[in-house]
């Protein structure tokens, strides 16, 4: 599969944003450093992503082989029930602020640091997407996440990995032996031509979730999902 790579994605933070998700106000004993962090940060941060266009070469009951991978799951399957080719792509907030978070020292800050990386996931998403559209017209489609499912679980992160080829020479995550990418900052999916609104929250039961983009409906999986036994 071929593959691109995109490494000069800008990184702006606002600083009322900021502010707002770390949960500090802007006049509070705290706010230098917080301002402080935030300029580092952006003269250091290099959000990056890698994508590509693979094909659907077969299809069983749970599984679907993309491009020579096999990847197992039900719920994809059926979701690629009308598509013939996929679009993985994985996104990170990069290693360069991964180091810069590691260097804080102070437990507060740190936690500050982490919160900050996280917002260099969003223009590394927003890029992404963007490209997709713009270099394969897809249309409309939906998305899916290893590990946010029990059907798609973890470790089917190591055929994604497969698929994107060198992932840690192109944009600096690598898997380790649990599955986890790092930088921790870091996430991955498959986005697919979809008529349907599906999201993966549709049929996560999580009450809690600052994620969650779609309210859980408990009877899609049987409705839809569920293998039939003749």
Not at 37 to 44: F, M, R, V, W
Not at 105 to 118: E, V
Not at 147 to 174: C, H, K, N, T, Y
């Amino acid at each position: 599969m071929r593959t691109a790579t995109i490494d000069n994605i800008p990184f702006e933070l606002d600083e009322s944003q900021v502010f707002k998700a770390l949960h500090v106000t802007s006049d509070s004993d705290y706010a230098e450093t917080v301002r402080g962090l935030i300029k580092e940060a952006q003269s250091i941060g290099r959000p990056k992503v890698i994508y590509g266009e693979a094909y659907v070469e077969e299809k069983g009951d749970d599984f679907a082989v993309i491009d020579g991978v096999k990847f197992s799951s039900r719920v994809l399957r059926v979701n690629l029930n009308s598509a013939y080719r996929v679009f993985p792509y994985m996104a990170t907030c990069g290693r360069e602020l991964e180091a810069w978070a590691a260097s804080v020292g102070d437990m507060l800050a740190s936690f500050w640091a982490d919160g900050i990386m996280q917002m260099a996931l969003g223009p590394a998403r927003e890029a992404v997407m963007k490209r997709i559209d713009e270099e394969f017209h897809p249309g409309r489609t939906s998305t899916m996440n290893p590990g946010s499912l029990e059907d798609w679980p973890i470790e089917e992160q190591r055929p994604l990995f497969r698929l994107l080829g060198d992932v840690e020479g192109a944009i600096g995550v690598r898997l380790t032996e649990s599955c986890l990418m790092l930088p921790k900052k870091s996430v991955s999916g498959m986005r697919f031509p979809s008529e349907a609104n599906y999201e993966n929250c549709q049929l996560c039961p999580r009450e809690v979730c600052p994620g969650r983009r779609a309210p859980y409906d408990k009877n899609l999986y049987n409705a839809k999902y569920r293998q039939r036994t003749t």
